[in-house]
């Protein structure tokens, strides 16, 4: 078995299960996967994460980040809802992911499943970053980041297409957030992402797996937007 089907994973961001469905329908033989974020997964909980996980994988991004067992339980309840992908803080300390690469290593005698270790949010830019983390730039940060993540054992990764070159271990499942079509990559309505990609770009610049959200949900004919993602990942 394989983590994903393709390198695009459907970010489902919306607020019902109806709507969710929906939206899934005219896709889901052709995405590699999907997200599930906290608006769908708080609201309708496990139950709905496993009616998805039996027609696809799903990514459960819920960014954990917390005392190492709380941690280790939250990972563990995505695994047993049907998760293939989680997401938790790189920001938690070299301990706690010690101890989720453990977990993860456990996890993957049953099936395959991957933690991913966010660096820094592709919403933040350097004047947005908090206070204390002004010292240093976002690429600094995300350097940092990812040599801890890979000291602690976890080899899945998330960052910005952007700083795909900053990271020098190969090995990494890298998962770039942030994804635009070359068309609607400037838009001012969608600037809550201030390091934005496209699909080709990010391919080439050495990402495993991309997520893509908006252009997908606004498309006035979302399964042919889904092939042209495709497509352009693979030229």
Not at 63 to 71: A, G, L, V
Not at 185 to 214: F, H, N
């Amino acid at each position: 078995m394989r983590l994903l089907k393709n390198p695009l994973i459907f970010a489902l961001d919306v607020d019902s299960e109806e709507e969710a469905f929906k939206r899934l329908k005219p896709v889901i033989d052709l995405v590699g996967g999907v997200k599930i974020g906290p608006r769908l997964a708080y609201r309708y909980g496990s139950p709905f994460i496993a009616k998805v996980a039996a027609q696809t994988s799903v990514f459960v991004d819920n960014k954990y980040f917390d005392i190492p067992s709380t941690m280790k339980s939250a990972v563990k309840a995505s695994f047993d809802a049907g998760a293939t992908l989680v997401t938790v803080h790189a920001m938690s300390g070299l301990q706690a992911l010690k101890e989720l690469a453990q977990l993860e290593m456990e996890l993957n005698r049953i099936r395959p499943f991957k933690i991913l270790a966010v660096t820094i949010l592709t919403s933040w830019e350097k004047s947005s970053l908090p206070e204390n983390f002004h010292s240093w730039s976002i690429e600094n940060h995300v350097k940092s980041l990812s040599q801890l993540v890979y000291q602690s054992g976890i080899r899945g990764l998330v960052c910005s297409g952007h700083e795909l070159d900053l990271i020098s271990q190969k090995d990494f499942f890298k998962v770039i957030p942030g994804i635009r079509l070359s068309s609607d990559a400037g838009k001012d309505e969608a600037q809550d992402q201030k390091r934005v990609m496209t699909p080709k770009q990010a391919m080439k610049a050495g990402a495993q797996a991309l997520v893509v959200g908006r252009p997908i949900l606004e498309s006035s004919d979302p399964r042919q937007t889904v092939l042209e993602i495709l497509e352009s990942c693979s030229s």
